[in-house]
């Protein structure tokens, strides 16, 4: 299975349907070689400007 990690149950629905992975469980849809799952809130974030150079500190 390929797993395909969402933000919101929305997003999920709509990939879903894209990959054709029908079968709707608790939290996630599945069928067709995929697993699209969703966790709410944000997955990934930037990091601090300081990060980059240092002289974004300030």
Known sequence: MI???????????????V?????????FFSGNGYFVFWRRGHLVELA???TYT????K
């Open 54 to 57: 240092p002289d974004y500190s």
């Open 3 to 17: 797993p395909i990690i969402t933000e919101k149950p929305g997003a999920a629905s709509i990939l879903a349907k």
């Open 19 to 27: 990959v054709d992975a029908e079968t709707r469980g608790n939290g």
């Open 48 to 50: 601090a400007p300081d």
